[in-house]
Structure formats: structure tokens, C-alpha cells
């Protein structure tokens, strides 16, 4: 849905000439606004002869209206693909390459063929140093900038993988109401079943335009909106709606990408979160270390103050696992309500802390004690209402029409939690474009449990989902692994 393409007669003259090719690639021009479009054939009386139709995406890119005349041309040959084509056979690419890329990325003149190989292509380790930097760069000069006029701009990121974990909300409120300025852009889901966004969404807009994101933060000191909106690293939007198809994150990508959009935000201090265990993005110790290593060596080439925390992966963090399930999380954590989950405030604290703590340049205790503080005495909570409210209202998140428990079926304690499998079943039920969509988390590692006692609950906004959701459960289960005690 967000491809350029356009539509044609089978019979008409472009068709014909294409040879009645299907995902032709071809210019199409209205003004002196040009796209390059994939090609689709029409083969009933949809269209008139003479008449063409575009996809959203080509529509707005052209600028045009019902009526409107286009004209169609062979494309021209997209150069940097020859970088692409290098870089499959093992060569490096330097930074004109990596701006010659991703400037026609933005252009559009990339298929998503093309988006593919070039993703495929830089995913595992194969990214050094220095292509990581010129990825990264281009990536910023491909879109806007904000410019906030201070010294000191915090931000705050999670790498992923984690289900759960929706720190940034409760991190965000804290950091504000302890003085920072945190204007926050948050991506939606690649491949977990939410992304902050999605969560945020739930709660208040957050499809904030420039103007309208400076004008919050001017007011509160902070924003959570989503970055598509605000024209950050296009390139990145487009990139990542590819991996989500892929279901690929590769590291050097995942650099560029994270800081990217962290240097174009106008941030200057950055907290990383990468979660580390057996079934999360991360797994291993190793892993963690060479990734972090990555992400400093870009920082310090581009002026980034980055502070990189390995934290806990081996299960979710907080109880909901999907946009609305999770929102309901954060609001618990920062109403300081008595059955909020404690993992996910503790986590949350530790993030804000080591944020005021680089941003301010205090002690670690001290900054703790702040975060803490200003949790517990109800001023992150009156600070993020503030914040809904100047991005448009908060509002209650949604609550699934259909649920079913599993049920553990023999007494005995959790010792191991599939993170991956519990995500991919919220997806299956609909999250995160199902809001309400997802998985409800019960049994924690080292929960005793009882035979019959619910390990996990699926929630759905319809009948189909559940039980699509339900069926995909049926032919992997074990995904919390109950050891019965001798």
C-alpha cells in the first residue's frame, strides 16, 4: 500500500510496448513531479482506453487529481543499483554510494525487489565502521533536521525483540517532569506485535507534524509522536516496512537506523536499551558486546553522547504484549496503581535515571533517587497527562472482545519463556493493527503454578483472529516451559 504503482489497460500502448509485462518498472511524470511506478495491467473495462489509475502512494507523490493528464516513459536506469549488485558480491560501500542509495531510496526509484536485495544484502555482520557512518549519515541528509535551540537534547531507545518492555512512555514523563527536554519520535512495529507508536497511539495522537511536535515540546518539555510523521530519515520509513515483510533487523542497518533518527530528532544525549537473552534480538553476551560497540564507534564519529545499558531479555517486561495491553501497562506504572507491573517500573526508572544522570552530569545515586521520586510522588503521571493533552487528549485504550486463557496442564514452576513465540501469537491475533489485539503475560520465570492456572491469555478483536491466533498455539506449544517439581 505504500508502493508507487500504476495501472493500465493491457491493450493500451505502454502495455503492449512493456510486452504485456506485469511489474514493468516506468516513469510517470504530471508537472515537473516524476515518480518511477511498478507497472499492473488491467484486462477488463475497469479503465478506458487512454485512462490510467495510480496507488495511493504514486497519487501523492505526483501531486495530482481526478482528470489530471501524466505522461509515461521508459525509466531511467537507477545507477546505484550497481553499488547494491557490489555489496551482494562482498564489496564495500563508501559513503557516495551509501548517499547514491539511499537518495533514489527516498526518490522511489528503488521496487521493493530492489528494497530486498539491498536489506538482504547488509544484514548480519557485514556492515563495517565506516559503512555503518556513511549509511547513517545519508540517512540524515535524506530528511529533515530539528534544530531546538539547547545544548542538551535527551532521547532515549530500545533495540527490540523484548515483548513488552514499553519503557519509552514512563521514561519519557519522567525525564520531563525532572527538567530534560525529551522531544521523542518513535517508530511503529517492524517486527513485534507493537512499536512505541502503536502503544502511544492508543493513548493520544501521535501523527504530529513539526510544527505541531515543537509547539508540545516548547509546552511540556517533552513529546512522544511517531517519527513517519515528522519526516525523519524517510529512508528509514521505507526501509523498515520492507523488514517487517523480510522479518529482518540487521545490525548495521539497526545502527544507522536507530541514531539516524536520534541525530535528525536533534539529539544530543541517548540511552540504549539493548535487551540480552536466549529468544530475544539480542541472545548472547557476545552479540550485545559487538553490537554496543558499533553503536559508540558511530556515535562518537557523529558527536552523539551515548550511554549503552545490557538489560534483563530472558522474558517480557510488564504483563501486556500488544499496543492497547501494553498501554494499560504504562498507565498502571505511572497512576503508581498497586497491581502495576514491577518489572516494567523498575526498568523504566533505571532508563530515566541513567538519562538525567548523562544529561545532567549528576551521580548515579542521585539520579536514581530523582526518577524514583518524581514516580512515586505522582509528578511523571501529571506530566505525561500533560503531554496527551497537548498532543491532542488522552483517551482509554481499547479492551479485546474475545479472550482465551492457556492453562497450564501439570503443577510446577516456570523455567523457561519462548519470547518469540508469545510475540508471533500476539501477531496472529491481530496486533498491532488489531489495537486491542495480543497476549496477556502471567507466569514470570520462578512463578509456581498450579495444574489448570492460566500461563497466558490471547486477546482478539474478532472471532477469526482468536482463532487463528488459537490454531498457531495448537501446533507450537511449550512456549512457557512449567518444570514439575520431583
Given at each position: 500500500?505504500?508502493?508507487?504503482?500504476?495501472?493500465?489497460?493491457?491493450?493500451?500502448?505502454?502495455?503492449?510496448?512493456?510486452?504485456?509485462?506485469?511489474?514493468?518498472?516506468?516513469?510517470?511524470?504530471?508537472?515537473?513531479?516524476?515518480?518511477?511506478?511498478?507497472?499492473?495491467?488491467?484486462?477488463?473495462?475497469?479503465?478506458?482506453?487512454?485512462?490510467?489509475?495510480?496507488?495511493?502512494?504514486?497519487?501523492?507523490?505526483?501531486?495530482?487529481?481526478?482528470?489530471?493528464?501524466?505522461?509515461?516513459?521508459?525509466?531511467?536506469?537507477?545507477?546505484?543499483l550497481?553499488?547494491?549488485?557490489?555489496?551482494?558480491?562482498?564489496?564495500?560501500?563508501?559513503?557516495?554510494?551509501?548517499?547514491?542509495?539511499?537518495?533514489?531510496i527516498?526518490?522511489?526509484?528503488?521496487?521493493?525487489?530492489?528494497?530486498?536485495a539491498?536489506?538482504?544484502?547488509?544484514?548480519?555482520?557485514?556492515?563495517?565502521?565506516?559503512?555503518m557512518?556513511?549509511?547513517?549519515?545519508?540517512?540524515?541528509?535524506?530528511?529533515?533536521?530539528?534544530?531546538?535551540?539547547?545544548?542538551?537534547?535527551?532521547?532515549?531507545?530500545?533495540?527490540?525483540?523484548?515483548?513488552?518492555?514499553?519503557?519509552?512512555?514512563?521514561?519519557?514523563?519522567?525525564?520531563?517532569?525532572?527538567?530534560?527536554?525529551?522531544?521523542?519520535?518513535?517508530?511503529?512495529?517492524?517486527?513485534?506485535?507493537?512499536?512505541?507508536?502503536?502503544?502511544?497511539?492508543?493513548?493520544?495522537?501521535?501523527?504530529?507534524?513539526?510544527?505541531?511536535?515543537?509547539?508540545?515540546?516548547?509546552?511540556?518539555?517533552?513529546?512522544?509522536?511517531?517519527?513517519?510523521?515528522?519526516?525523519?530519515?524517510?529512508?528509514?520509513?521505507?526501509?523498515?516496512?520492507?523488514?517487517?515483510?523480510?522479518?529482518?533487523?540487521?545490525?548495521?542497518?539497526?545502527?544507522?537506523?536507530?541514531?539516524?533518527?536520534?541525530?535528525?530528532?536533534?539529539?544530543?544525549?541517548?540511552?540504549?536499551?539493548?535487551?540480552?537473552?536466549?529468544?530475544?534480538?539480542?541472545?548472547?553476551?557476545?552479540?550485545s558486546?559487538?553490537?554496543?560497540?558499533?553503536?559508540?564507534?558511530?556515535?562518537?564519529?557523529?558527536?552523539?553522547?551515548?550511554?549503552?545499558?545490557?538489560?534483563?531479555?530472558?522474558?517480557?517486561?510488564?504483563?501486556?504484549?500488544g499496543?492497547?495491553?501494553?498501554?494499560?501497562?504504562?498507565?498502571?506504572?505511572?497512576?503508581?496503581?498497586?497491581?502495576?507491573?514491577?518489572d516494567?517500573?523498575?526498568?523504566?526508572?533505571?532508563l530515566?535515571?541513567?538519562?538525567?544522570?548523562?544529561?545532567?552530569?549528576?551521580?548515579?545515586?542521585?539520579?536514581?533517587a530523582r526518577?524514583?521520586?518524581?514516580?512515586?510522588?505522582?509528578?511523571?503521571?501529571?506530566?505525561?497527562?500533560?503531554?496527551?493533552?497537548?498532543?491532542?487528549?488522552?483517551?482509554?485504550?481499547?479492551?479485546?472482545?474475545?479472550?482465551?486463557?492457556?492453562?497450564?496442564?501439570?503443577?510446577?514452576?516456570?523455567?523457561?519463556?519462548?519470547?518469540?513465540?508469545?510475540?508471533?501469537?500476539?501477531?496472529?491475533?491481530?496486533?498491532?493493527?488489531?489495537?486491542a489485539?495480543?497476549?496477556?503475560?502471567h507466569?514470570?520465570?520462578g512463578?509456581?503454578?498450579?495444574?489448570?492456572?492460566?500461563?497466558?491469555?490471547?486477546?482478539?478483536e474478532?472471532k477469526?483472529?482468536?482463532?487463528?491466533?488459537?490454531?498457531?498455539?495448537?501446533?507450537?506449544?511449550?512456549?512457557?516451559?512449567?518444570?514439575?517439581?520431583?
Amino acid at each position: 500500500h505504500q508502493e508507487s504503482v500504476v495501472y493500465m489497460r493491457q491493450d493500451c500502448h505502454v502495455c503492449r510496448s512493456e510486452g504485456l509485462a506485469a511489474q514493468a518498472r516506468i516513469q510517470v511524470s504530471a508537472g515537473d513531479r516524476r515518480i518511477i511506478a511498478t507497472l499492473g495491467k488491467i484486462t477488463t473495462d475497469l479503465l478506458a482506453p487512454g485512462e490510467a489509475s495510480l496507488s495511493e502512494s504514486a497519487w501523492r507523490l505526483l501531486g495530482v487529481e481526478e482528470g489530471d493528464e501524466i505522461r509515461v516513459a521508459h525509466p531511467p536506469q537507477v545507477d546505484s543499483l550497481s553499488h547494491v549488485r557490489a555489496k551482494i558480491h562482498g564489496k564495500r560501500l563508501d559513503a557516495p554510494a551509501m548517499e547514491q542509495i539511499v537518495h533514489d531510496i527516498v526518490a522511489g526509484r528503488y521496487a521493493d525487489v530492489h528494497l530486498s536485495a539491498f536489506i538482504t544484502a547488509c544484514s548480519g555482520h557485514v556492515l563495517d565502521r565506516d559503512e555503518m557512518v556513511a549509511l547513517t549519515e545519508a540517512m540524515v541528509a535524506a530528511g529533515s533536521r530539528l534544530d531546538w535551540g539547547r545544548a542538551r537534547i535527551a532521547d532515549k531507545h530500545c533495540v527490540g525483540g523484548l515483548p513488552g518492555n514499553r519503557t519509552t512512555p514512563i521514561v519519557v514523563a519522567i525525564a520531563a517532569a525532572c527538567g530534560l527536554t525529551i522531544p521523542k519520535t518513535s517508530s511503529r512495529a517492524i517486527t513485534s506485535p507493537a512499536g512505541t507508536a502503536d502503544t502511544m497511539e492508543t493513548l493520544a495522537p501521535v501523527d504530529l507534524d513539526v510544527p505541531a511536535m515543537r509547539r508540545v515540546v516548547e509546552q511540556e518539555g517533552g513529546c512522544i509522536v511517531w517519527g513517519g510523521a515528522v519526516d525523519l530519515s524517510p529512508a528509514d520509513d521505507v526501509l523498515i516496512r520492507v523488514e517487517r515483510l523480510l522479518d529482518l533487523d540487521g545490525e548495521g542497518q539497526l545502527v544507522a537506523s536507530v541514531l539516524s533518527k536520534k541525530i535528525a530528532a536533534g539529539a544530543t544525549h541517548v540511552v540504549l536499551d539493548l535487551p540480552v537473552g536466549p529468544t530475544a534480538k539480542i541472545r548472547t553476551s557476545a552479540d550485545s558486546n559487538r553490537l554496543t560497540r558499533a553503536f559508540l564507534a558511530v556515535a562518537e564519529a557523529k558527536g552523539l553522547h551515548v550511554r549503552v545499558l545490557h538489560t534483563d531479555g530472558t522474558q517480557p517486561i510488564g504483563r501486556g504484549i500488544g499496543p492497547a495491553l501494553e498501554a494499560h501497562d504504562v498507565v498502571a506504572v505511572l497512576r503508581n496503581e498497586p497491581h502495576a507491573p514491577q518489572d516494567l517500573r523498575e526498568r523504566a526508572v533505571r532508563l530515566a535515571a541513567c538519562l538525567i544522570e548523562i544529561v545532567e552530569r549528576s551521580s548515579a545515586t542521585d539520579a536514581w533517587a530523582r526518577a524514583d521520586k518524581v514516580l512515586r510522588e505522582g509528578s511523571a503521571w501529571r506530566k505525561f497527562e500533560a503531554i496527551c493533552r497537548a498532543q491532542g487528549g488522552l483517551r482509554e485504550p481499547p479492551r479485546a472482545s474475545y479472550t482465551h486463557p492457556m492453562l497450564a496442564t501439570h503443577a510446577g514452576s516456570v523455567v523457561s519463556i519462548d519470547n518469540r513465540v508469545l510475540a508471533r501469537i500476539a501477531k496472529l491475533a491481530g496486533a498491532p493493527s488489531a489495537k486491542a489485539a495480543g497476549v496477556e503475560f502471567h507466569a514470570p520465570l520462578g512463578t509456581r503454578v498450579e495444574n489448570g492456572m492460566p500461563l497466558y491469555t490471547v486477546h482478539a478483536e474478532t472471532k477469526g483472529e482468536l482463532a487463528y491466533a488459537l490454531e498457531y498455539v495448537r501446533t507450537h506449544p511449550g512456549v512457557i516451559q512449567v518444570e514439575a517439581e520431583a
